[in-house]
């Protein structure tokens, strides 16, 4: 199933990323929660990368089990900080032997004082390209409605989106952002750049109060006064917190489809409790 072609047809989507076992010995956990939430047919499921360093082969693990047991469409990352030509060769061959025909190409986040003078690939666009010319695969990549932190202006992020599309990218699919408005006002700024691929919306529910910190850290979300307030009420305990987190992100999706979004990604942290009540919140939604 090629993802990209699925997010230019007609019809709504919603799709859940998982993340792949950090050891070797939460991989019968990582294992079952994966299992649980493909059993909710989602459009299709998608794999990050590099989770601890645990490089490719974790998420080609999770990844084949989906594709080739549970069938389900999968949408492989793939990340290039620090790789080589060659290594990317080899991962391309492996994904392609595991049954991947879908990626999310990415940089990664740079390791503390990385040489880029020394790498083969500088930015996601030059994995984009590369990989466009190997494989027809669909190509995915990220994109940040509040600015990725290393852009000194959204100018300049929107700029380097539209490389990465000029190289072959099919899709983009959005960092977390808890306030809609936000993402509104980034996707008609990206139509006004010249990018016209599918910018499909990703949803963090956050369900522990500590997610917060971790979420800002990353990737320098705002969180709205509201959404503080709920976490301050209610993050002390983890039932209500979660219950809060899948409220405020059923709120979220719904107000997205209910101004013609069509394809939403729910980062559902391994979570099939999560995952489960968010679908059941809006499958009428999804007809
Ligand atoms: P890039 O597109 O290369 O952008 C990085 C910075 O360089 C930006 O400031 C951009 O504006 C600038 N830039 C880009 N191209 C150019 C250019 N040609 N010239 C000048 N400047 C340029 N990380 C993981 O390690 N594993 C994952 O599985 C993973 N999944 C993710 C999924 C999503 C949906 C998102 C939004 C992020 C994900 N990340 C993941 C995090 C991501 O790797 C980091 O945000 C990383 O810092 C940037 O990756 P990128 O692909 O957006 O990089």
């Given amino acids: 199933m090629n993802v990209s072609s699925l997010l230019k047809a007609p019809g709504k989507t919603l799709s859940f990323e998982v993340f792949p076992p950090k050891t070797d010995a939460a991989f019968a956990t990582v294992r079952l929660a994966t299992e649980l939430i493909a059993a909710l047919r989602p459009a299709y499921m998608s ?4 989770a601890g360093g645990s490089g490719s082969a974790a998420t080609l693990q999770v990844a084949e089990h989906l594709i080739r047991d549970l069938k389900v469409p999968v949408v492989a990352h793939l990340t290039c900080v620090g790789a080589s030509f060659a290594s990317i060769d080899r991962q391309l061959a492996e994904m392609e032997q595991a049954g991947v025909e879908n990626i999310l190409a ?3 986040d740079l390791p503390q004082g990385y ?3 020394c790498a083969d690939f500088t930015h996601a666009c030059d ?8 494989v027809d695969w669909s190509i995915g990549g990220a994109c940040y409605p509040e600015v990725h932190p290393e852009s000194a202006s959204q100018r300049e992020d929107l700029a380097s989106l539209r490389r990465k599309v000029e190289a072959g990218c099919d899709y983009l699919v959005s960092q977390m952002f808890f306030d809609n408005n ?11 750049a010249g990018i016209y ?4 919306p990703g949803i963090m529910p956050i369900t522990r109060a500590s997610q917060i910190g971790r979420a800002v850290q990353l990737s320098g979300t705002n969180v709205p006064g509201r959404f503080r307030q709920i976490v301050d009420a209610f993050g002390q305990s983890p039932a209500a917190m979660e219950q809060a987190g899948i409220a405020y992100a059923t709120e979220q999706i719904v107000d997205l489809l209910a101004n013609g979004v069509e394809h939403v990604h729910v980062y559902s942290m391994n979570k099939p409790q999560v995952a489960r009540a968010i679908l059941h919140n809006v499958q009428e939604l999804l007809k």
């Fill in 182 to 192: 936000i993402y509104y006002n980034f996707l008609y700024k990206a139509r006004e």
């Fill in 197 to 200: 691929v599918p910018i499909v």
């Fill in 47 to 50: 794999v990050t990368y590099g």
């Fill in 115 to 117: 040489d880029h003078q």
């Fill in 127 to 134: 994995l984009i390209a590369y990989v466009r010319e190997r």
């Fill in 106 to 108: 990415l940089r990664g």
